[in-house]
């Protein structure tokens, strides 16, 4: 069963910048795409950026484009998203997910807060 645990939120500036980190296990890592989504309190989960199994396509939201960086790395099993310029709007908890086996696995989730 895959298994993913995100880590690395906390409190920020406006105009500051955090790294979120996701750690997986129980899957082949090398081998799935792996997802970054958000929820604000009140509204569904957005989705953020995609990064491909090789890690050499990404795509993101319009809400987050040129701002937020995710990256791949594989011998650490782990995903990063490197948020900059960060804004009262990026509010929400932070979740990494993985299609494995027809399934969709979450981690628990990091709260990130934009606030002066």
């Known amino acids: 069963q895959a298994q993913l645990v995100e880590s690395g939120g906390g409190l920020v500036q406006p105009g500051g910048s955090l790294r979120l980190s996701c750690a997986g296990s129980?899957?082949?890592?090398?081998?799935?795409?792996l997802n970054w989504y958000r929820q604000a309190p009140g509204q569904g989960r957005e989705f953020i950026a995609a990064i491909t199994s090789a890690g050499d396509n990404t795509i993101y939201a319009d809400s987050v484009k040129g701002r937020f960086t995710i990256s791949l790395l594989i011998n650490k099993r782990t995903t990063t998203l490197q948020m900059n310029s960060l804004k009262p709007e990026d509010t929400a908890v932070y979740y990494c997910?993985?299609?494995?086996?027809?399934?969709?696995?979450w981690g628990q989730g990091t709260q990130v807060t934009v606030s002066s």
């Open positions: 997910n993985v299609l494995y086996n027809g399934d969709y696995y």
């Open positions: 129980g899957f082949t890592f090398s081998s799935y795409a």
